[in-house]
């Protein structure tokens, strides 16, 4: 569980991007932060992973405030997608996703091993695994960026607007495959798109923010609907 208590975000500059954020975001489900651009999604997610601090307020996992632990144990615990993927372009895909499990103290093969096996779960067909970054289409490099994700095997996924970047048929694709994976693997995710259908679809729970940085609503996507 990550509780935000009367969260607040204010840049140098005096941007107030997340202001006095409220919310409980339950395990094993998938939570949606969806508003227009600038509405303070990303740096409400960054901010689970320290990757950015709250001014004020505080951010409990697992009823721990996350500032007791190092950032880069935090992390480990804490999976990170974005629109990008954000992979290294001079190593191929196999070895995009063996680099996590190698970087936890795994052996080459045996990070091999458990890299194909990650990528056979993303749906990615084995010899995609030679190939690097460039040489995938978009929706493909999307699908490495979540199995390199899912690499240390964290409870937490966060994913920023991952699939605004792919055609809307493969999007689709990603969706349904993120759903299905979501089904299988119980992840707590939270999710940001300024797609209010893709919330719809994806959310379990879908958080409405709006410019300024304060929620509108918070409820599943049937009772956003009635509303
Ligand atoms: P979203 O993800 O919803 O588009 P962001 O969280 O990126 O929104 O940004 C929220 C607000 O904070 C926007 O007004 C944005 O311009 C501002 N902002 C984001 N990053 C910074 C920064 N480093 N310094 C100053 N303002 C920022
Ligand atoms: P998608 O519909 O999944 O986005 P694309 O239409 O971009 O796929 O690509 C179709 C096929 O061509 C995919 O199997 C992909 O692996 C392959 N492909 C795309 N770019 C390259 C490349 N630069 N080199 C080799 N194969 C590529």
Redesign the pocket.
């Known amino acids: 569980m990550i509780e935000f208590q009367a969260v607040t975000k204010r840049y140098d500059d005096g941007t107030v991007a997340v202001d006095h954020l409220d919310l409980t975001i339950e395990d094993g489900k998938i939570t949606v932060f969806v508003g227009p651009s600038g509405c303070g999604k990303t740096t409400s997610l960054r901010m689970i992973n320290r990757m950015i601090d709250a001014t004020s307020g505080a951010i409990l996992l697992d009823g721990k405030d996350i500032r007791a632990q190092h950032p880069a144990d935090l992390r480990r615990g804490i999976g990170y997608v974005i629109q990008n993927a954000g992979l290294f372009p001079h190593r191929t895909v196999l070895d995009n996703v063996a680099t996590v499990p190698m970087l936890l103290g795994a052996r080459k093969a045996a990070a091999r091993g458990r890299a194909a096996e990650l990528l056979a779960t993303v749906g990615l067909p084995a010899e ?1 695994g030679k ?1 690097y970054p ?7 490099q999307q699908r490495v960026g979540v199995a390199r994700a899912l690499a240390a095997d964290p409870p937490v996924l966060l994913m920023d607007e991952p699939f605004s970047a ?2 809307p ?2 999007r689709d694709d990603l969706q349904d495959e993120l759903l299905r994976l979501q089904s299988e693997l119980g992840k707590t995710i939270v999710f940001v798109t300024h797609d209010i259908d893709e919330a719809i679809k994806l959310g379990d729970q879908v958080a409405v923010l709006r410019v300024g940085g304060r929620l509108a609503q918070y409820d599943t996507p049937a009772a956003l609907l009635a509303k």
Do not use: E, M
């Open positions: 995609l190939r460039a040489q995938l289409s978009g929706g493909q792919v055609d048929v493969v």
